[in-house]
């Protein structure tokens, strides 16, 4: 993935958190606490989507590398994006866990981000791709 393809997606997550906290900000009257938890929930799922991403990455690295330096270094790197994907969906667990009895709805629409952002990025860079091809 290119730097510009990166860009693509955290736009579209950020429009995602606009019209998901306009949404949750609209019926739940204004009030700061859901939009939040909006906030919160779309922080830890696009960390952890960027974190799969650079896994991804790492391991593509190692799978196309024949040299055994390299190699080690994306093992690596493996492990640590994959260790610090694992940390986030624990910490999205854990305030799941913590916060099961309220704000349902602006929970949902925090933790939707784990869908919508891949499927509408891949939509966008699909097209991005067919348009230059």
Known sequence: M?????????WIGL???IVSAGAIAY???LQSAPVLRVFLFWSLCMAN???????GRAFLGL???SDIEKKS????GIFGWGSLKLLLLAAIASVLWATRQSYTLAT???ISTL???PVAGGIALNMKEMKNA
Do not use: R, Y
């Not at 290119?2 to 955290?10: C, E, G, P, R, V």
């Not at 989507?49 to 896994?55: G, I, N, P, V, Y």
């Not at 270094?73 to 690596?76: D, F, N, T």
């Open 2 to 10: 290119k730097k510009s393809d990166f860009t693509l997606i955290m």
């Open 15 to 17: 429009a995602w958190l």
């Open 27 to 29: 019926w739940e009257n």
């Open 49 to 55: 989507l960027f974190a799969l991403s650079q896994a």
């Open 63 to 65: 799978a196309g590398n």
């Open 73 to 76: 270094a994306h093992v690596l």
């Open 108 to 110: 949902i629409a925090g």
């Open 115 to 117: 869908l919508v952002v």
